[in-house]
């Protein structure tokens, strides 16, 4: 029983910036990743960045060097920072976390970055 709930979402210029975050809530017994994931209009959901057990993350090579994913382990927290936003950015945000063996998803929040 662990519910992800996302926040951050929302409208932005090309260039801005953005702060995604997830809080798991429930049952968590031990987590061994977090990460995000997005699905653009029209598209595959694709990865994005994910953060695991001793701080290691991954990055999509579109987002290196603009996005940088971060925990607040005692919040159970992942959150996505995400600079020098594109259009192609532009899309519906998930977080997702594996607890204990077993992956959770958010509930999504959309991202668009448009003039």
């Known amino acids: 029983q662990v519910q992800l709930v996302e926040s951050g979402g929302g409208l932005v210029q090309p260039g801005g910036s953005l702060r995604l975050s997830c809080a798991a809530r429930?049952?968590?017994?031990?987590?061994?990743?977090m990460g995000w994931y997005r699905q653009p209009p029209g598209k595959q959901r694709e990865f994005v960045a994910t953060?695991?057990?001793?701080?290691?993350?991954n990055y999509v090579d579109s987002v290196k060097g603009r996005f940088t994913i971060s925990t607040d382990n005692a919040k159970n927290t992942v959150h996505l920072q995400m600079n020098s936003l594109k259009p192609e950015d532009t899309a519906v945000y998930y977080c997702?976390?594996?607890?204990?063996?077993?992956?959770?998803w958010g509930q999504g929040t959309q991202v668009t970055v448009s003039s």
């Open positions: 997702n976390v594996v607890n204990s063996g077993t992956i959770y």
């Open positions: 429930g049952n968590i017994l031990s987590i061994y990743a």
């Open positions: 953060i695991i057990t001793g701080g290691s993350t």
